[in-house]
């Protein structure tokens, strides 16, 4: 294959290289890795298909850089709710918010990252190692640091700080996995946007009654983190966990 010694001269290179991560995000989170094809990122990204090879050396480059694009943005934003000035017990309500949001809203990540899981699983994955030393470990040791410190500080309930993490954010994954099943078992539609608006506050009262010693001080903060955090826009397609969230017709 010719590859190209140079980028062109009318564009930019970091906003070619950044188009290009872009289109290949939405290709790989919708047709995983070996179903991807880098004519379609090409095209996608308005660029010849050798312009990737020029960028990323490789389609498995090209798959890595993309997941640690998109993984990098969830690490800033999750580290800029641990760090925001508020006590223990308002940022793990807002961890727990900000979470139920990036699953909602964040769907090729959430995508790449199951696809990752399988890849691990059959011994394919280079990328998740990585990333779990990159960004899910640092915030782990964050969740943990700011749970010890509330119950240090006696704001939170003194129990397991992973099963904090676990009520808190398990809870999330679980409800979007099993949309399938609410579906068939309940008289509504899980991504209902009414449902949504109710599911993802009723995350947060429910913290606010279950992990804080005095129940009237969460509940007066899991009212000011649903009344200061609108539900984000949802995409038109939304890509939960690897499928639109649109019923089968």
Known sequence: MTQPTNPPP?????ETRTRILEAALREFSSN??????MDQI??????NKALLY???DSKENLYTAALEMISAKIRDRSMAVFLS???PGERLLRTALDHFDRILSQGEFQSLMQQEMMRLKHGESAALPILVKRVFAP???????ITREGISSGELIDVDWMQIHLAALGANVFYFLAAPVWRLVMPFDPFAPDVLAARRRAVVEFLGQAVFIDRKHGAELAARVIADTPMPELPVKPLIFGRTNERTK
């Open 10 to 14: 009318t564009d930019r290179p970091s």
């Open 32 to 37: 995983g890795f070996a179903g991807a094809r």
């Open 42 to 47: 090409a095209a996608a990204a308005s660029v």
């Open 54 to 56: 020029y960028y990323f």
């Open 85 to 87: 000035k508020a006590t």
């Open 139 to 145: 915030l782990q040791t964050m969740y943990q640091a």
